[in-house]
Every structure is written in structure tokens, then in C-alpha cells.
């Protein structure tokens, strides 16, 4: 099946540390990835996404690049700030039978101190 | 720019009452759908919409009805409220099929049944 699997939470850091979050996925096809962002009190948003292996997406300042040999999609940031302080959600999707559907991770709260 | 909106954003129900949760974009988009979010599960798909008059089931449809007859509104509804249905809701929409652009999200409805 299609699925994907997120590092467990929470993860706390200091401002300016560097952070990773770690998504696998399992794939029936060759999926697009993405990463979406839940700051408190909101809706998701989509902070970067590759569609083919090898590509890098990026987005103030976070990083994640497509690895098919390890099917891997792992989000880094250099430097931490308060303001990254929300949920990551990694997520997938295919075309054909499952048009329509992301598959999301559990999601990983990150809290980020001053 | 109002984009997705869901309303209400707070509702307490009783077992076996019926409501509707609201969801209404004005991007044009043609694409939408409804995920619960659960604590611990991410998000899961409930139904979806691939424009006016089509509908689907995602992968938690039970207890959840939708329509579509227009573009910009695609309301959920809830036949007989459960207990398992305390959830977070949120409506998404896209231009295009998730698995080549991003989905917009609303604020998210929270429901509690008591």
C-alpha cells in the first residue's frame, strides 16, 4: 500500500540549531512529495514539494530532496527560529486509482526556545 | 483574499444529531475534498470532489455524506453524529489534482460529540 512515516514527536530546539525531520514513504507508483506546515490555530500549508527523484524543494529556508534509492523525504532547516515553532505533516500522492488523496504522516510537532 | 472557509469553527453535538459543516472557496478551484485530523493519525480523507456533480469516497466515508453542486461549495454532512466523530475537520481545495499542485486549506471546524 501507500503509505508514509514521519520521526516521532515532539522535537524541541534551540533558535539557530539546525533541524531534521525524517519522512519514508512506501509507494505503490511514483509519487510527489510534500511537506505541509500547521502553525497553532490554523490550516495546513504547503511549504515545499518535489515531484521526481533526485529533486530538491525548498522554502523559507527548509529543505527536502526526493531520494527514490531510499525513498526518503527529509526535511532540514540550518537555523531554527521561534517562528518555525508548528506541526510538519509529510505527505504523498499518485495519480491513477488514488486521484484525490494525500497520504499524510502523523505529523511531527516542533518547538522551537528562544 | 478569502480562499477556503469553513464554518462553524467550533460545534458541540449529541449523539445521533445531524449537521453540516460548511466549506466554501472562491479560487475557482476545481478539486476539493474533506480530511478529519485525529491526534496521532494525521490527516485522513473523508470524501472528495473532482468538480460540480462528482463526488468520491476517500478512505474514511462512514457516517459522512457530501454534494457538489457548485464550484465554489462543498458541504459535509453528518447523519447521525457518534461519539468516534469528535474530530478536527478540515476542507481542502486545488486547482489541480493533488498530485500535481498544492491544496489550500480552511482553518479547520472543530466537533465535538458528546
Known amino acids: 500500500g501507500n503509505s508514509v512515516t514521519q520521526m516521532e514527536g515532539p522535537v524541541t530546539l534551540s533558535e539557530e540549531a539546525f533541524l531534521t525531520i525524517n519522512c519514508t514513504y512506501t509507494?505503490?507508483?511514483?509519487?510527489?512529495l510534500f511537506w505541509y506546515v500547521q502553525y497553532p490555530g490554523e490550516g495546513l500549508q504547503l511549504l515545499l514539494k518535489?515531484?521526481?527523484?533526485?529533486d530538491k524543494g525548498s522554502n523559507k529556508g527548509f529543505e527536502a530532496t526526493y531520494r527514490k534509492e531510499t525513498t526518503s523525504f527529509h526535511l532540514e532547516k540550518g537555523s531554527v527560529q521561534v517562528s518555525d515553532s508548528a506541526v510538519y505533516f509529510c505527505?504523498?500522492?499518485?495519480?491513477?486509482?488514488?486521484?484525490?488523496?494525500?497520504?499524510f504522516g502523523r505529523g511531527t510537532q516542533l518547538t522551537v526556545w528562544p | 483574499n478569502a480562499g477556503v472557509t469553513q464554518t462553524p469553527k467550533f460545534q458541540v453535538l449529541k449523539t445521533g444529531q445531524s449537521m453540516t459543516l460548511q466549506c466554501a472557496q472562491d479560487?475557482?478551484?476545481?478539486?476539493m475534498s474533506w480530511y478529519r485530523q485525529d491526534p496521532g493519525m494525521g490527516l485522513r480523507l473523508i470524501h472528495y470532489?473532482?468538480?460540480?456533480?462528482?463526488?468520491d469516497q476517500g478512505e474514511v466515508p462512514n457516517g459522512y455524506n457530501v454534494s457538489r453542486s457548485t464550484t465554489e461549495d462543498f458541504p459535509l454532512r453528518l447523519l447521525s453524529a457518534a461519539p468516534s466523530q469528535t474530530s478536527v475537520y478540515f476542507c481542502?481545495?486545488?486547482?489541480?489534482?493533488?498530485?500535481?499542485?498544492?491544496?489550500?486549506f480552511g482553518e479547520g471546524s472543530r466537533l465535538t460529540v458528546l
Open positions: 481542502a481545495s486545488s486547482r489541480d489534482p493533488p498530485n500535481t499542485g498544492e491544496l489550500f
Open positions: 509507494a505503490t507508483g511514483y509519487p510527489s
Open positions: 518535489a515531484t521526481k527523484a533526485d
Open positions: 505527505a504523498l500522492t499518485l495519480g491513477g486509482s488514488t486521484l484525490g488523496r494525500l497520504y
Open positions: 479560487m475557482n478551484h476545481e478539486y
Open positions: 470532489s473532482v468538480g460540480a456533480g462528482i463526488t
